[in-house]
């Protein structure tokens, strides 16, 4: 079974730690209206990908799943600094969390945006979507994302 804390973590500092990364990714597939409080609906969706990602590649889903966000996480981002008046992007590397909160956040996105606008389930967008990340496509929306935030860092430098 996939856990299920309740929001416990919520008003501690950094408590989104402890949560399990499975956990974390399932509340981000519940972020757009389609989706907003379905917790069991993104939990059966999620079960069910793991399983298809199994049966196609007879390898660990989970590992999958892990390769995927270390693959979508950003090593560097950019942010704004101000001279004077002036006020310039300068690159930085992001923090441990923060990369992975990204990352969660990318693959969600995703996952659901492969479902709008047509017959595909959420299960076939989160198969897609971690299989593309997990193997560096381009095509994946975490990746491309990635991609597009290091190429603007590394031109902020």
Do not use: C
């Not at 001279?83 to 909160?101: L, N």
């Amino acid at each position: 079974g996939v856990p299920h804390t309740g929001g416990r973590h919520a008003n501690a500092w950094f408590g989104k730690s402890k949560l399990s990364i499975v956990e974390r990714f399932i509340n981000g597939l519940m972020r757009t209206g389609k989706y907003t409080g379905k917790k069991i609906t993104a939990t059966k969706a999620f079960e069910a990908a793991l399983d298809r990602i199994a049966e196609r590649d007879d390898t660990n889903p989970l590992q999958v799943f892990v390769d995927a966000l270390a693959n979508s996480a950003p090593m560097e981002e950019i942010t704004r600094i101000k001279f004077g008046a002036v006020s310039q992007p300068k690159a930085v590397d992001s923090a441990p969390m923060r990369r992975i909160d990204v990352a969660i956040r990318h693959l969600a996105t995703g996952s659901t945006q492969a479902t709008r606008k047509s017959t595909r389930t959420l299960t076939q967008g989160i198969v897609t979507e971690i299989s593309k990340a997990a193997n560096g496509d381009v095509t994946s929306y975490a990746i491309g994302k990635r991609e597009e935030v290091e190429r603007i860092a590394a031109s902020a430098r």
